[in-house]
């Protein structure tokens, strides 16, 4: 193993969007044995030592690839094409016309029932577009529209945390 390895080269992964998620916590789990400090025990504190720098590393990568989200933003920047989420919040017009009337209703929004709702409608959208991110990257090679795809992508994911937590604040 190489600490300079990318997270697909680690897990021993094709370089790609689509991953099964089963083999991808099979590998953690059989790469964090093999690394685990206590097998290097009689070796010394030394070996330890490197044994724990790479179960970190490890957890890092499993971190990264197990989630749609983190896989498409390292996709993108091993590409050449990273996400630069603080510097670049351009989106197309017709995307934050959709947030807003997501705003409003979530603002709006006075039960469970309606907050359900509004999940379940970002949830419908999140779906199309993980599959146009996979399609960009997998079939289009194209990192720089999947990076713009992959932004849009993060305004849901915080959207729906401030669902759930407005779905806590009803439930308190």
Same mark, same amino acid.
């Given at each position: ?22 083999? $991808?916590?099979?590998?953690?789990? =059989? ?26 590393? $490890? ?10 989200? %983190? ?5 993108? =920047? ?7 989420? %603080? ?9 934050? %016309? ?19 709702? $509004? ?15 996979? %399609? ?20 849901? =994911?915080?959207?729906?945390e401030d669902i759930e937590n407005r779905l806590a604040q009803l439930g308190q």
């Open positions: 193993m190489n600490l300079s390895s990318s997270d697909f080269e680690l897990f021993g992964l094709q370089q790609r969007f689509a991953q099964d998620r089963a083999a $991808i916590d099979a590998r953690w789990k =059989e790469l964090q044995r093999e690394a685990h400090p206590d097998r290097f025990a009689a070796q010394g504190a030394a070996a330890q030592r490197i044994a724990l720098q790479w179960s970190v590393r $490890i957890n890092e990568a499993y971190q990264r690839l197990k989630d749609p989200l %983190h896989r498409a933003a390292y996709l993108c =920047e091993l590409l050449g094409s990273p996400i630069n989420a %603080h510097d670049n919040t351009a989106m197309p017009a017709d995307f934050l %016309h959709q947030q807003m009337e997501w705003r409003e209703a979530l603002e709006e929004a006075r039960g469970e029932e309606e907050l359900e709702a $509004i999940a379940a409608e970002l949830a419908a959208s999140r779906r199309p577009m993980l599959a146009r991110i996979e %399609h960009l990257l997998d079939v289009d090679g194209d990192a720089a529209a999947a990076a713009q795809q992959v932004r849009a992508l993060m305004f849901l =994911e915080r959207f729906g």
